[in-house]
């Protein structure tokens, strides 16, 4: 309905007289109708503000609303706020009460803010609307009186007095209106029959049934009611209940059935045929719902929301053939399903802590929010197992994350501890969160080495700084705390300082020989080694290293016996009736190394006669290994080799002269040459490693060859003349064999004075007291033959020196 503009303008008059508010502290507020024109002023705001018009336009005054929409703008020049757009209260604000505008007034130079409030009160522009513009009714004649029939609400947007306030119905003599008051303030109108129906004198009614507000001037709307008299009708339906009261649980599908209500008609045939349906017309209800009209089964039509609303009212109409109906209500509950999972919200956390935290040290706030209801709402929370962490709940849906017991960043470095929270709910709902706490190291953990103790081998005669070996030590902490440094401590090895033997690497921890090492003066030392850690403070832990030396095979075996002695000739006799087996004399030798390299074996390297003795490869003795004839040789010489079992071995050789005889005489005879068939063979060797350097020489020129020749020839006839001085053998009164012992040796030594002359081949002896081995010494010096003199001066060129020899006690002389 249109408003005349003179009233219009009446209306926005009395309210800005009425309810024009002066600013206070920076805010205004105005009360306006809805439907003002285009243009109309709704208040004069710089003299509300208190402020001068030309402010307002320095200011550069202008209007701040928050949105897109602008439904009210500012004249500067005037200093009034107009209307912009044409409100419509219903549009901006529905039903809600009280409905208003909120917008700022912004001033530049110097800036100011100004909080304005711009209310819209209803008027009565909207007239009550039905949704049917006309009601058809089929009522028997036979309807009894009373009868009541529902008639369809009309709607009127407006609120307060201008909403819809009453209804009329044309006044006719068997229908009367009557209202019924709902407690949700809303009223069912229905027509009751308050005379019966007569078909055969008036078969079609037409009533208008009037829907009025209260505004002033008060609107109303019309619909048409038509009805059709049924013959012989007389039974209405009747619901089982008044009130029918159905669940549906929320996110049910579309499609299902909440309830079935029921109405009896006691017709008969057409009569009794029930037509169902809604009638409400509330908009979301028919959205929302459907009645089957044949069987009175209340369907859903889309999916339902607890959180969005939890009860719904239906009313149900039951109608018959003959037009009669009954009305009852449906109540429904939605039920809440466990349809949103609970939402887990970090508060405050921390992602590093030290490791000497204190039980109950708080290390994460956790809240927890679950948009479902009853036990569905309801959360617990947990971790996950076997961490030294627990979750305590502090208030409504808070929990708090602290440390339960004492942590150990060696045994666990990171935690990822995993939130979980469940409803209640069947089947129940629920989050996790996973937080990722470092646990940050402290220097709790002295380093540890591997062994209590170590063992240490190097071979002697090592190279000074040779690696002899390493100690390792781990620190569990981390970083700078696990970074082990090594150091030696201060001890003494046979009073000397440890560190003159060895050295250990700070950083490795591998240790060094300072110096070399001779088994023969030190087997093994002790000394310890100290493991220290980058921490502050500094933990340490020691450990004693033991060094043991191994033995080399560096020294060779050294002959005891037979003396090998520059100047004499040691011999052992041997009758020539030895049997078997005859022990001739035993080879002693020893070896300064240890362990396998000083076991000796003995070895007969050559001999003069190799099938007549043998050398016992343990013991070193040298015996007969058959019978000796009187074919053998009386001077026999052997040459044993004595070798220890190092790797690679060492060796000695000793040279044992056999003398095969039975009387002394005999082997005196015989041993006068030995000598010098000895100076043969070895100026024999010498002269042929000469001609072998001539031989080469000559290749290079032929004459040096030819004269290297004469000369060598010439040297030779020179040197290899001498004179031969043999020694006339004589037995002593004292002399005996002692074939009988077994030994085979001789049991008495006796001295001897060898005198001799220029080119005689005779000498006169002087013998010294007698002794008691069977040794037999030549010497060398007595005759020519038996060892050359190394100043190649001849026996001859001092034919007047008599010799006097020496020896000790229990030897021969010769």
């Known amino acids: 309905m249109e408003i005349p503009d003179r009233t219009m303008r009446l209306q926005v008059l009395l309210f800005i007289a009425v309810l024009y508010l002066t600013s206070v502290v920076g805010q205004v507020s105005y009360s306006i109708p809805e439907e003002m024109a285009k243009g109309s002023v709704i208040g004069n705001i710089a003299q509300d503000l208190g402020l001068d018009r030309k402010r307002l336009t320095s200011g550069k005054a202008r209007i701040f609303t928050g949105d897109s929409a602008e439904y009210i703008e500012l004249n500067r020049e005037r200093g009034v706020l107009l209307i912009k757009e044409k409100l419509d209260r219903e549009a901006l604000c529905g039903q809600t009460t009280p409905c208003a505008l909120h917008f700022q007034v912004i001033l530049e130079n110097p800036m100011e803010l100004f909080t304005v409030a711009v209310e819209i009160t209803d008027i009565n522009d909207n007239t009550p609307i039905f949704e049917r513009s006309e009601m058809k009714f089929k009522i028997s004649e036979s309807a009894v009186i009373g009868a009541k029939f529902l008639l369809e609400r009309a709607i009127d947007p407006d609120v ?440 000796l074996s003995y070895k007969l390297q050559k001999a003069t006669d190799r099938a007549l003795f043998e050398v016992g490869l343990q013991n070193g003795e040298i015996r007969t290994v058959r019978q000796v004839t009187d074919k053998d040789a009386v001077k026999q010489r052997l040459t044993v080799i004595v070798e220890d079992n190092g790797q690679p071995s060492r060796s000695a050789t000793v040279i044992v002269n056999v003398a095969v005889a039975d009387s002394f005489p005999e082997v005196l005879s015989e041993f006068t040459d030995f000598t010098q068939d000895k100076e043969y063979n070895d100026n024999l060797t010498f002269y042929l490693v000469l001609a072998l350097a001539v031989v080469s020489f000559l290749f290079i020129t032929c004459l040096v060859v030819i004269i290297s020749v004469k000369i060598y020839r010439w040297r030779q006839s020179r040197v290899m003349y001498s004179s031969n001085l043999p020694v006339i053998p004589y037995y002593p009164p004292r002399y005996s064999d002692t074939l009988g012992t077994g030994t085979g040796t001789l049991q008495h030594v006796y001295n001897y004075e060898v005198c001799r002359t220029t080119d005689s081949r005779k000498s006169d002896c002087k013998f010294s007291g007698a002794g008691s081995q069977n040794v037999l010494i030549m010497d060398p010096s007595s005759t020519g033959t038996m060892q050359r003199i190394q100043s190649e001066r001849s026996i001859l060129d001092e034919p007047d020196s008599p010799l006097e020899v020496s020896f000790p006690k229990d030897t021969y002389f010769i």
């Open 160 to 599: 307060g007095t201008n909403s819809l306030q009453n209804y009329f119905l044309t006044k006719t003599e068997n229908f009367v209106l009557k209202l019924k008051d709902q407690p949700d303030g809303e009223k069912i109108v229905e027509m009751v029959l308050q005379k019966s129906l007569d078909r055969e004198k008036q078969e079609d009614i037409f009533l208008v049934l009037t829907a009025v507000d209260g505004g002033e001037p008060n609107l109303s709307g019309t619909a048409q009611i038509h009805v059709t008299v049924l013959d012989i009708n007389d039974n209405a339906p009747v619901f089982t209940k008044t009130v029918y009261k159905a669940t549906i649980s929320e996110n049910a599908p579309k499609g299902t059935v909440i309830t079935r209500v029921s109405a009896s008609d006691a017709d008969k045939g057409l009569n009794s045929q029930i037509m169902y349906s809604i009638s409400n017309t509330v908009a979301d209800v028919r959205d929302m719902f459907e009645i089957n009209e044949l069987n009175g089964d209340l369907i859903s039509k889309s999916i339902v929301d607890y959180e969005k609303a939890r009860f719904y009212q239906i009313h149900v109409q039951a109608s018959d053939e003959g037009g009669l109906t009954d009305s009852c209500k449906i109540t429904v509950e939605v039920i809440d399903m466990n349809d949103n999972k609970p939402v887990i919200n970090i508060m405050s956390q921390t992602n590093v802590i030290l490791e000497d935290s204190k039980p109950a040290t708080v290390v994460t706030m956790v809240n927890v929010q679950d948009l479902d209801s009853g036990d569905n709402g309801k959360v617990n929370c947990i971790i996950n197992d076997h961490i030294p962490f627990i979750l305590k709940p502090t208030s409504n849906n808070f929990f708090n994350l602290v440390t339960e017991s004492d942590l150990d960043r060696e045994i666990a470095f990171q935690y990822n501890i995993t939130v979980t929270c469940s409803d209640e709910g069947v089947p129940s709902l629920s989050s996790s969160v996973t937080l990722t706490l470092q646990i940050s190291d402290v220097n709790d953990n002295a380093p540890v080495f591997e062994r209590s103790s170590y063992e240490a081998y190097i071979v002697e005669n090592n190279t000074p700084g040779l690696s002899i070996f390493t100690v390792k030590a781990r620190d569990a902490d981390w970083n700078q705390n696990a970074r082990v440094s090594y150091i030696l401590e201060d001890s003494s090895v046979n009073g000397v300082p440890v560190s003159s033997y060895v050295s250990v690497s700070a950083d490795s921890g591998v240790i060094h020989a300072v110096r070399s090492f001779d088994y023969e003066q030190i087997k093994d030392f002790h000394f310890r080694v100290k493991a220290q850690d980058g921490g502050s403070p500094p933990l340490s832990s020691n450990v004693t290293v033991k060094v043991l030396i191994q033995d080399q095979n560096d020294n060779p075996p050294q002959v005891l016996y037979p003396v090998q002695t520059g100047g004499s000739l040691v011999a052992e006799l041997v009758p020539r009736s030895a049997d078997v087996g005859y022990l001739v004399t035993k080879v002693v030798a020893v070896d300064v190394d240890s362990g396998q390299n000083a076991w």
